[in-house]
Each structure stands twice: as C-alpha cells, then as structure tokens.
C-alpha cells in the first residue's frame, strides 16, 4: 500500500510533459519557422545574386504600406539614391528626369491607374556622376493576394547604350543623305532581300521612281536590255550569295525611252557580328564612253581584221593617220597626214613624233598625258597644235587608240587626225561677225535714240521757242506802254495756252503718263484717242485684253509705243491717207504689232532713211524681232512686226 500511496503521488515525470501534443505542435512550428526563414534567405540571395548578374533594376511597391516595398540591389548604382533614403522614392526619381522626357514620363504614371501596365523610354540624369543616360522601364498594377492590396511591379532598364547607337547611326544617315543628294551619280541602298531602301533625287533622271515607295531590284528588269538580263541577274545572285563587291556594267532604257549604259560598284554591308544587311551602291551614266568605246572598238575591229585591209583602208580616208611606237617613233602615216604636215613620208619615218609636231607648251603636255593612257591600253580624243613643215600651226582633233601585241600587250598607238584648222578659223569669224553684229544693233539703238532727241530739240525751237518768243516780244511791247488794250491781253492770253499746250503734248510724247501707270493697252488708246479732233485719217484700233497686258515688259512697252508714234507722224506727214488701221494682239508666244494705211505708198529703193524706218528696224532687232515692210506707189503700206516673248 505504502508503494501504492507513493506511486500515486509521485509528480509527473519531465518525459512525459515533453510528450504533451502542444508542445509539440509548437517545436514542430518553430523549426518549420527555422527552416523556412532559411529557405527565404536562401530564396533571397539567390534572387539578388541573379538581379546583380545584369543592370535590370527591379522593384514592388506598396502604395498604402510604403514599408512593405522592395528594390533590387542595382538601383543606387543605376539611379544614384538609395530607396531608403528618400522618403518618396518614386518623387526623387522623377525629380531626376531630364525636361525633354518629363511630359512622357508623367502622362504614362497618370495612365496607370487606368490602364495597369505602362511602358516609359526617358532620359534620366545621374545625381551623382551628371551622366544622361537612356533608362526603359516597365511597370505593372497587380493584387497581392497575401496582403490583400494593391501593388506594382517595376523593371527599369539601362537602354543608353542601343539608344545612343541609334542617334548616331540617324546622324550618319542624315549625313550620307545630305552628301548622296549632292552627288552627279545614282547612290542606292537594298536591304538582305533585294529590296532597294533608299535612292537619292539623280535616279529619278533615270527610272520612274517615288520615294518612300518600297521597291524591288528585280522591278528594273524591265529597263535592262535582253541581251543583258541574264547575266546581271546570275552575276548579282552569285555574288550576293558569297557577300562579294558587285562589279558590273549593264545597257538600260531611262524614263525617257532612251539607252543608257551604267556602271554598278556594290559594296556589301556587313555588321560587326557578320550580318549580311544589303548593299550599298553607286551608279555611273557611261552612255557617252560607251559609244565612244563601241564606235572606237569597231573601227579597231576592222584595223585589226588585216594589216593590209586596215592599211588600204588608212590609205584611202580623208582623215590623217599616224602610227607609232612605244617611244613614240614613227612607224606609218597616210597620204592625207602627210597632206596635213606637208612632209614626205622618209622625212619623217623613225623620228620622234612629239618633237616633230607639238606646236607649243600646250600641246606637248596634252601629249604627254595622252601617252600615260595609251599605255594602259585606253582609247581617247584630243585636240592639239600640230606644226606643218613650214612653221604653220594647224588645229588637229586626234582620236588615238593603242595597238597591241600577240600576248596582248601595248605595243604602240595610232591617231586618226582631223584638220580642224579651218572649222576653227570660221568658228572665230563668226564670233567676230556675231560682236559685230550686236554692236551694230546697239550704235542703231543710240542712233535712233539721238534721232529722238534732235525732233524733240526741233519740236521745242520751232514750236513753244517761237511761242516763248513770240510772248517776250509781245509782253515787252506792253511794257512801254503805259497800258494794254484787251485784244492784246486776249492775244497773250491765246499764245500762252498755245506754249502750254505743246509742252502737254511734248511730255506726253517723251514720258506717256498711262504707259507705266496703266500699261501699253491704255496708253495706245489714249494716243489713239488724242486724234479724234483731225477728220482726216480716220484711225481704227485693234487691240489685246487688258488681262495680257503683263506679257510685255516695261521696255518693250516703251518700244511699241515710241514706234506707233513714229508711224503715226509718217502717215500724217507724208501718206495723204484716209484711213490708218491698228492691231496690237498676242499668237503663239509672239507679240504682232500691224500698222497699214491706204495712202499714196512709195518706192522702197527710193526711200529716205530719214523717215525712221531704219530706225524702227534697229529698234526691233535690238529686241531680237522682226519687222516687214510692203508698200508701193499708190498702194499705202503696211508695217508687220513680231517681238518674241520671254
């Protein structure tokens, strides 16, 4: 029993508490609690480890509970602030982006809350270093199902590198541009699929093309020439498929229907990293050369097809030969080059021939020039002073061309030779002529001006000089009286209205007030209309719109005028006309001036010059018109003008 009682009331054993369930749910929490927290620092460090591996910056931001955000470990490196430290991270952040980019910037934050993703590009200035860079962020609106609220998740990334590359690559495409645009040649760019990318303004002289059109190199298959296609076509795909420099000349048709030859040089372009993008090209117009080259290759064809053929055929041209070798010694000339130097062929077999012909300085550095290309193995025209055997310079064109060897090599030349002597001789005559000519015109037009003059002196002495005079004498008459009658006044009064009178109608001649005020239309009329007191001729006038009015200049304007004035004084002097006919009028970008009158005419073999047809004439010519003139005895006349318009 004893045992018993003691056994009853011995205390609990310390194996058995440990053993109650509540402890050891709470063990079991604390090292699931352990081991978690572990696995969360394990989590984490891995986390940042990889964030660390690149410059992404990425973050979680709590709106409501600013102590639950996250920032990766490259921000303060990146944006140069530690999210800590400021009190608003996103509010210093913002501070930092440059002006150009904080419109954007702002208006995607405000677009938020609506949209719930936004995507920003911005320029952002280091705090720290001052350094712009170009920063890409993204930023997602989501729910945090554990907290139950509204979060987001940032990723900011450092693009200054691509961005500053695109810059610089825009810039060098504006100045590749602004050079391409400039050049006399046809630049081209084509992308990896033939796809041509860009042409500047000198191809649109040769295709029908529109910029900002795509286009395809194999759309010009249709101007290149048939005998051409096949082989362009297999030369571009076997070079492009090796990422060669393309070589080639092919035979087009331009916009305009007509043959052209170009030359294509094609540069690849490959990227650092060995991408094949395209082609960048230039093309050269070689239409000229290329005729120059096939007329020089046949006539070459046919030197070559026989010694004695070509030599027959040198014998019999009208235009001289002469052939040399590589040290410039004769070897050949034919009768008509020798009939150009007026030597003897043994004068001159085996001599040097720039010795024996250059004429001057020139001329020997022309040639020397000319013989560094004949070796090469080029063809090419030239003009030169040839001396003859007597001293006399003639003026020679020289088509020269080499000659080669059996292996091909430049074994000497030949010159065809043109005497140009006497084209020259009458091109500079008719320089001379042409001068002359024009001076001609110019001593007719002061001519005709200082004719213009004299009438006007002559119309002031015999007229308003013997009014003025008549006036002085009557006035000083007047003055020894002690007084004057009224019929004398009237009489002084009748002679001054006279004097003013004809100064009205001399300033009117010498400067019409409607010719630049109004225009030729209106001044012809107005002159026309100051003859309608004389009964006799009667004058009817046909005339151009007032709308075609500009198409006259200012001079020629003065010139019809003056010209109408100086008929109309003819007829009313000399034709005994009754009536004058006017027609002024505009045909085929020509301006017609036509006068008749159907007076007594005249004999144009007989004619004075000092009626002013001569006059009128120069004037005319002067303005590069064309006056006619058809009158007889009894007939009247009629005077035709045409002025061309420019």
């Not at 490259?74 to 991270?89: I, M, Y």
């Not at 294509?264 to 990227?271: D, K, W």
């Not at 090599?409 to 001379?432: C, M, N, P, Q």
């Not at 006017?582 to 301006?591: C, M």
Request: hydrophobic share 35%; net charge positive; aromatic share 8%.
């Amino acid at each position: 029993m004893p045992r018993a009682n003691n056994k009853i009331n011995t205390p609990p054993t310390r194996k058995k508490k440990e053993g109650h369930p509540l402890a050891q749910t709470t063990r079991r929490l604390i090292e699931q609690k352990k081991k978690l927290e572990q696995e969360l620092s394990e989590a984490r460090f891995k986390l940042n480890t990889l964030l660390e591996a690149h410059d992404t910056i990425h973050y979680l931001i709590y709106p409501k509970q600013p102590e639950k955000n996250y920032f990766s470990p490259r921000w303060e490196k990146l944006l140069g602030f530690l999210p800590k430290q400021a009190g608003a991270t996103l509010k210093e952040k913002r501070n930092h982006v440059l002006i150009d980019s904080l419109g954007v910037y702002e208006k995607e934050w405000e677009r938020l809350q609506k949209n719930g993703k936004i995507n920003i590009k911005y320029q952002y200035q280091h705090p720290r270093s001052g350094k712009i860079r170009w920063l890409q962020e993204e930023v997602v609106k989501k729910m945090d199902p554990l907290y139950d609220q509204e979060v987001w998740a940032g990723m900011i990334t450092d693009i200054s590198e691509p961005e500053y590359f695109k810059e610089y690559i825009s810039e060098s495409e504006k100045r590749f541009k602004s050079i391409a645009e400039g050049l006399p040649i046809i630049i081209w760019v084509s992308d990896e699929n033939d796809n041509i990318t860009y042409f500047n303004n000198k191809a649109q002289d040769y295709f029908d093309l529109k910029k900002g059109k795509p286009l395809s190199l194999s759309a010009f298959g249709e101007v290149i020439d048939p005998s051409c296609q096949k082989k362009a076509y297999n030369e571009w795909d076997r070079l492009k498929k090796r990422r060669e420099a393309i070589h080639t000349e092919l035979l087009v048709r331009d916009r305009a229907g007509k043959q052209r030859y170009l030359a294509i040089e094609a540069i690849p372009i490959i990227l650092p990293g060995g991408q094949f993008i395209g082609y960048i090209a230039a093309t050269y117009d070689l239409s000229k050369e290329f005729e120059y080259k096939n007329a020089m290759e046949t006539a070459y064809r046919l030197l070559q097809s026989s010694e004695e053929k070509y030599r027959m055929l040198f014998e019999n041209m009208q235009l001289g030969v002469l052939e040399v070798d590589n040290k410039e010694n004769i070897r050949y000339a034919n009768d008509a080059f020798l009939k150009i130097t007026g030597y003897q062929f043994n004068d001159i077999k085996d001599k040097e021939a720039e010795k024996l012909f250059c004429g001057n300085k020139e001329s020997k550095e022309i040639l020397s020039q000319q013989q560094k290309i004949r070796k090469k193995g080029l063809e090419s025209g030239y003009e030169i002073q040839l001396k003859r055997k007597n001293g006399e310079l003639a003026t020679v064109i020289i088509s020269g061309a080499p000659l080669f060897d059996k292996k091909g090599k430049v074994r000497g030349s030949v010159g065809i030779h043109w005497d140009v002597t006497e084209v020259r001789t009458l091109e500079k005559r008719l320089l001379e002529e042409k001068l002359a000519k024009e001076k001609e015109l110019i001593e007719a037009k002061l001519q005709a001006e200082e004719e213009q003059r004299t009438q006007i002196g002559q119309d002031l002495h015999d007229g308003v000089g013997q009014v003025l005079a008549y006036l002085s004498l009557r006035l000083g008459l007047a003055k020894m009286k002690s007084s004057a009658n009224l019929d004398e006044l009237q009489q002084l009064e009748q002679s001054a209205r006279s004097a003013l009178e004809q100064v009205r109608l001399l300033s009117r001649t010498l400067a019409p007030p409607a010719l630049r005020d109004l225009g030729l239309r209106d001044a012809v009329i107005e002159l026309v209309d100051s003859y309608d007191i004389i009964k006799k001729p009667i004058l009817k006038l046909h005339i151009y719109r007032q709308s075609e009015d500009y198409n006259l200049n200012m001079d020629n304007k003065i010139m019809v005028y003056r010209i109408l004035q100086e008929l109309l004084s003819n007829s009313f002097k000399y034709a005994k006309a009754s009536k004058i006919t006017i027609k002024l009028f505009f045909q085929h970008n020509t301006f017609h001036f036509e006068f008749s009158d159907d007076g007594i005419g005249f004999d144009l073999t007989t004619v004075k010059k000092g009626i002013g047809l001569e006059s009128i004439r120069s004037r005319v010519a002067f303005y590069q018109g064309k006056m006619t003139l058809a009158t007889k005895p009894g007939k009247g006349n009629k005077v035709s003008i045409q002025l061309p318009l420019n």
